[in-house]
């Protein structure tokens, strides 16, 4: 592979969504026409070393990310016990995550005080109306693997009786802190655990800074306002679940009315 495609970024980033949404095209007929479109999905992922190279990196950076955030609530699960998350270590980079691990776990211990004991439609739902099913649809553009994990985990919430229509406006409630903050330990981390690597670490970090911290529990289906509820997303698959099918779905439904979920996969599921 070139210097080129190996050293510029934004032509890395073009490959992998286009092998990404070549791939995910033929995925969708794989049922009616199986054969054939398995050996075209063959093809676009890529017997080529390029298609390849684009796949493995961003498999690694992925799971840079993941290794991070897995990281990231363990230490805030300590600091929330009252344990010192990073050890003795007293260099500028462990105090600086110190520092941020302890906000985020005090302001979501605030929001926690804000929300607790708020009544129907703010800390839990009106179990005298039925539910309400939401449809939650992928959509080309989304990687299949993120919305998948963010569409189950809000149907295991439903079936929970979790999720309801939230009283008031979300962001009345929600301090914008917490996300900031969880998003920039998280960055520290990735570059703290390959230090060794600061060239690969750069590119985490770059992709881990385009992706959001994502409420798992919407705030609108009641979700708390905390660092347990977050897990990072990517801007499209946040955007068009939160605001573009699940607001539109819930904004006329009663305060504290129970929501469900339905998945739905594209196009003829």
Avoid: C
């Avoid at 008031?168 to 390959?194: F, M, P, V």
């Avoid at 770059?206 to 609108?220: C, I, S, T």
Wanted: charged share 35%.
């Amino acid at each position: 592979m070139s210097d080129t495609v190996r050293n510029d970024k934004d032509l890395t980033d073009r490959l992998a969504d286009r092998v990404t949404s070549q791939a995910d095209e033929q995925e969708s007929g794989a049922r009616p026409q199986l054969r054939r479109s398995r050996a075209g999905l063959d093809r676009t992922r890529g017997r080529g070393s390029m298609a390849a190279a684009v796949e493995s990196g961003a498999e690694r950076i992925l799971k840079a990310i993941e290794d991070a955030e897995d990281q990231l609530h363990k230490h805030l699960q300590d600091v929330s016990k009252g344990v010192r998350a990073m050890g003795e270590n007293h260099a500028r980079n462990d105090k600086n995550i110190e520092t941020m691990l302890n906000n985020i776990v005090n302001r979501s211990r605030n929001q926690d005080t804000v929300r607790d004991g708020g009544g129907i439609g703010k800390d839990r739902p009106d179990t005298t109306k039925d539910p309400h099913t939401v449809t939650l649809e992928w959509k080309p553009g989304m990687p299949k693997q993120a919305f998948e994990r963010k569409a189950r985990a809000l149907q295991r919430l439903g079936e929970e009786g979790n999720l309801f229509k939230f009283k008031g406006k979300t962001e009345d409630y929600r301090d914008k802190e917490i996300t900031k903050q969880y998003k920039g330990a998280l960055e520290a981390l990735i570059r703290r655990n390959h230090k060794d690597d600061p060239e690969f670490a750069e590119e985490a970090a770059e992709a881990a800074r385009k992706m959001q911290p994502d409420h798992v529990n919407e705030l609108q289906t009641g979700g708390p306002d905390a660092w347990r509820n977050l897990r990072m997303l990517d801007r499209t698959t946040n955007f068009d679940i939160g605001t573009q099918q699940i607001r539109p779905q819930i904004k006329d439904l009663p305060d504290g009315n129970p929501i469900n979920i339905d998945i739905k996969w594209w196009p003829d599921d």
